[in-house]
């Protein structure tokens, strides 16, 4: 069983940083795919970010793009979101999250398989 723990969140400023962790339980981290999503209030859970295995390919929401930045410590068992920039449309509950198989898109919530609880971000403007 895969456990997934988000630290990091908080409440900031627009135009502020945060750099958001997940620390993994579980032999087999290194062979997941890991991504990050996020939901806001009275909206879906949407796709930030996310990076394969190896940490070669890396993927992003075009909303994020060039200010978040993810990241994975395979030694550590550790994926992590730096968000720079931050806007208060970011503001969301971001969610960890492991891909063990390969289905659905890597930007579906639907191709995931373990899910971290939670971390709240709060952008004020």
């Known amino acids: 069983q895969v456990q997934l723990v988000e630290s990091g969140g908080g409440l900031v400023q627009a135009g502020d940083s945060l750099r958001l962790s997940c620390a993994t339980s579980?032999?087999?981290?290194?062979?997941?795919?890991m991504g990050w999503f996020r939901q806001a209030p009275r909206k879906e859970r949407e796709f930030v970010a996310a990076?394969?295995?190896?940490?070669?390919?890396?993927y992003y929401a075009d909303s994020v793009k060039g200010r978040f930045t993810i990241s994975r410590d395979n030694a550590k068992n550790t994926v992590s979101l730096q968000m720079n920039s931050l806007k208060p449309e970011d503001t969301a509950i971001y969610y960890c999250?492991?891909?063990?198989?390969?289905?659905?898109?890597?930007?579906?919530?639907?191709?995931?398989?373990?899910w971290g609880q939670g971390t709240q971000v709060t952008v004020s403007s």
């Open positions: 579980g032999r087999t981290f290194s062979s997941y795919a």
């Open positions: 990076i394969s295995w190896s940490g070669i390919n890396t």
């Open positions: 999250a492991g891909r063990q198989y390969n289905r659905d898109s890597i930007y579906d919530a639907r191709g995931y398989d373990y």
